[in-house]
């Protein structure tokens, strides 16, 4: 059983279906190869007829480049599948609980819903809370990335049951076709990393991109309104420009590691009105001069 009282082969069989073969195939290949190789690591120096001790030493060396990859692969494989579907449920979990009162929440955002983990877990705390909301997962359109189609989304949605509180649809992240001040909340869960990848992930670009997602996330959220990001490896400039940003109630979680590389959630509240100068008071969230 989960953390969360779920059976664990209940969620594999409803999530696991969308997730690439890839890793499956390295886990069953890489599996049965270890035990293999790391005999003929064993056993091969000493098959070898006598000869110069530099040629046993190589034999022996490629042996064990060779077990020692295929160890190094299974474990990668494991860990990207663990993430995928075992993890990925656990912190969306943490997600929903970040949020206090569900009860009068009408309008959720899930930004990069994929094929719908995170985006079930809000749609089943609204059904749970007996809250009227709904949840809209929003996925970019296929031209910017290979994204899971609604379809797909919607049929995990009806296997937890929870299809009436969802809707699905494709659209540019650093452009949201939402209007202002719209969303009581909005999560996202190891999305907003891959927006910008075309640039190169460390690029300056990149950071730009996805910074100006950050920004549309703000200026779509309610005054009052809550965020909840869990990603990986670039929280630190999420905080920043959420400081920057003048966001309110900024927490950062404990380091997870998930893909094999760190992650947080990061959780902030968007101000009831923003403060420009001592008398001025605005609440204009447009951020389309972000560089």
Known sequence: MGKTGRDWTQIYAIYDTTISPHPRRWIFDSLPAIPL??????????????????????????????ALSAVCLFFAAANFFYSAVSLHWDMSQRIVSSVHDWSSVKHVLDLGCGRGILLNAVALQLKKS??????????PTR???????????LRTAGLEGVQ???????????????????????????????????FGPKSSAAAAERMRVLGEVVRVLKPGGVGVVWDLVHVPEYVQRLNELKMEEIRVSERVT??????????????RQHFVGSDEVRLDWRFNNLG
């Open 258 to 271: 998930a893909f094999m590389v760190s992650s947080h959630i990061v959780s902030f509240r968007k101000p």
């Open 130 to 139: 007996g809250s009227s909301g709904r949840v809209v997962g929003l996925n």
């Open 37 to 66: 190789l790391l005999r003929a690591h064993l056993l091969l120096p000493a098959a070898l007829p006598p000869g110069p001790a530099s040629a046993r030493f190589a034999a022996g060396f490629t042996g064990s480049v060779t």
């Open 143 to 153: 031209s910017q990335n290979r994204a899971i189609s609604p379809t797909r989304t």
């Open 164 to 198: 009436e509180y969802v809707t699905c649809r494709a659209g540019d992240p650093r452009t949201l076709p939402f209007s202002d001040s719209y969303f009581d909340v909005v999560v996202s869960a190891v999305f907003l990393h891959t927006v910008g990848k075309e």
